[in-house]
T-cell receptor
C-alpha cells in the first residue's frame, strides 16, 4: 500500500497565527483529499487536490505530485479550526483504495 | 442537497453478536466506501461498492461484509463481533469510483462491543 506521513503530529497555536501542515506519500497518486475531523467525528471536506493549488477563504492547499507531497496552509487561525486534519490518497498503482495519514491534531488557543 | 446519512448513529452490542450498519449516499452518487476508525489503527479502508459491485476490499477478515442496493444505498455487516471491532464506522460517497472523484463522508456510526 501507500505510506502517508503527516507532520507535525500535534500543533498548538495562538489564535491569529498561521500554520502549514504537510502530507508526504510514497507513490504517485490520482486522488488526494484534505479533511478536518470535528470533535463529533465528522470528516469535513477541505480540498480535493490531486495536483496544483487551491484556496478557500483562510485555507489553501498545494500538491506537488511529482515530489509526492501536499501542504495545507491555515492563515489567521481561529479556535474553530481546532481538530484533527487528515490527508488521504489513492493510487491506481495500489488498487485504487484510499489510504489515510495519521493526522495532525491542531489546537488553537484564544 | 442532503448529505451522506448513516444509521444508527450509536450502537452497543455484545461479543459474538452481529451488526448491520446502513449508509445512504448523496443523491446521484454511485460509489459508497466504508472505513473503520480506531485510536490504535487510525482510519482504515474496509471496502468500496460501485454500481452494486464490490470494487475494492481492504485488509479485514471475512466477518466484515457489505452490499450495495440498486438505489446506491449500502449496508455493512459484521458477524461474530469481537471487542476489537469497537470503532467509529464511516461511510463516504462519490459520484464515481472513489479513486477518481471527491469523497463526502457521513457522520459515522459509533459501535461499542462489550
Amino acid at each position: 500500500g501507500i505510506q502517508v506521513e503527516q507532520s507535525p503530529p500535534d500543533l498548538i497555536l495562538q489564535e491569529g497565527a498561521n500554520s502549514t501542515l504537510r502530507c508526504n506519500f510514497s507513490d504517485s497518486v490520482n486522488n488526494l483529499q484534505w479533511f478536518h475531523q470535528n470533535p463529533w467525528g465528522q470528516l469535513i471536506n477541505l480540498f480535493y487536490i490531486p495536483s496544483g493549488t487551491k484556496q478557500n477563504g483562510r485555507l489553501s492547499a498545494t500538491t506537488v505530485a511529482t515530489e509526492r507531497y501536499s501542504l495545507l496552509y491555515i492563515s489567521s487561525s481561529q479556535t474553530t479550526d481546532s481538530g484533527v486534519y487528515f490527508c488521504a490518497v489513492a493510487s491506481s498503482n495500489t488498487g485504487n483504495q484510499f489510504y489515510f495519514g495519521t493526522g495532525t491534531s491542531l489546537t488553537v488557543i484564544p | 442537497k442532503a448529505g451522506v446519512t448513516q444509521t444508527p448513529r450509536y450502537l452497543i452490542k455484545t461479543r459474538g453478536q452481529q451488526v448491520t450498519l446502513s449508509c445512504s449516499p448523496i443523491s446521484g452518487h454511485r460509489s459508497v466506501s466504508w472505513y473503520q476508525q480506531t485510536p490504535g489503527q487510525g482510519l482504515q479502508f474496509l471496502f468500496e461498492y460501485f454500481s452494486e459491485t464490490q470494487r475494492n476490499k481492504g485488509n479485514f477478515p471475512g466477518r466484515f461484509s457489505g452490499r450495495q442496493f440498486s438505489n446506491s444505498r449500502s449496508e455493512m455487516n459484521v458477524s461474530t463481533l469481537e471487542l476489537g471491532d469497537s470503532a467509529l464506522y464511516l461511510c463516504a460517497s462519490s459520484l464515481g469510483p472513489a479513486s477518481s472523484y471527491e469523497q463526502y463522508f457521513g457522520p459515522g456510526t459509533r459501535l461499542t462491543v462489550t
